[in-house]
């Protein structure tokens, strides 16, 4: 059977026009992604991330959401982070179809292989020039995360203990990443080797 050619889409409210078929549909700067549906194992971790930040998030007047959730920069900008957190009680209008990218705290993707290059290029461009305070990008297969920060041209990888403080004036939170990977994707796997040190300190990635 011939596969069904998709509208065209050149614009976020183009997309509503596209099929409820699994597959997650975003547009960046008027260009269409289409990822299928993740694996197993990230949705695993995706689990995992959230329930080590929802009740932080929550003791501190934020709110974690889980994908599918559209978040728009502009008329031809609208993406679907993993993992976002904001502010509780954001405007209604804005929660019945989409967030605003400048109510937007901090932004989280999980590494795949259909999605990596998107991840660590225009996602990453995106989030980081519109100022979203933090972007997570976690690396399962490294067993890391770099943090990318609003506005900076180099990220921190952490290894080991994750500190998220987005209030100065309030008691951190702190993630143990090693038990955090065993616990979502098991111990069996080994982390490649760079022959560097960009993964222990600051990895600056070219554009």
Request: hydrophobic share 45%; proline share 8%.
């Amino acid at each position: 059977m011939a596969q069904r050619a998709l509208p065209l889409v050149r614009t976020a409210d183009d997309l509503e026009l596209l099929p409820d078929d699994g597959n997650r549909y975003e547009i960046l700067d008027g260009i269409l992604y289409v990822t299928p549906a993740p694996a197993i194992d990230h949705q695993r971790l995706l689990g995992a991330l959230y329930l080590r930040l929802h009740a932080y998030a929550a003791a501190n007047g934020l709110e974690v959401l889980m994908a599918p959730v559209d978040v728009r920069a502009s008329e031809v900008t609208q993406v679907q982070p993993d993992l976002l957190v904001l502010p509780q009680h954001f405007p209604e209008e804005a929660a019945t179809r989409w967030v605003p990218m400048a109510r937007v705290v901090l932004t989280i993707e999980i590494l795949s292989p259909s999605t990596t290059i998107v991840d660590r290029g225009r996602k990453r461009r995106l989030y980081v020039e519109a100022g979203v305070t933090e972007y997570w990008i976690v690396d399962p297969q490294r067993r890391c995360m770099e943090i990318w920060r609003a506005h900076a041209a180099s990220a921190d990888v952490v290894t080991d203990r994750l500190i998220w403080q987005p209030w100065p004036s309030e008691a951190p939170l702190q993630v143990e990443l090693p038990a955090l990977f065993e616990g979502a994707v098991g111990g069996d796997r080994k982390l490649p080797s760079h022959g560097d040190a960009e993964s222990r300190k600051q990895q600056k990635l070219q554009e």
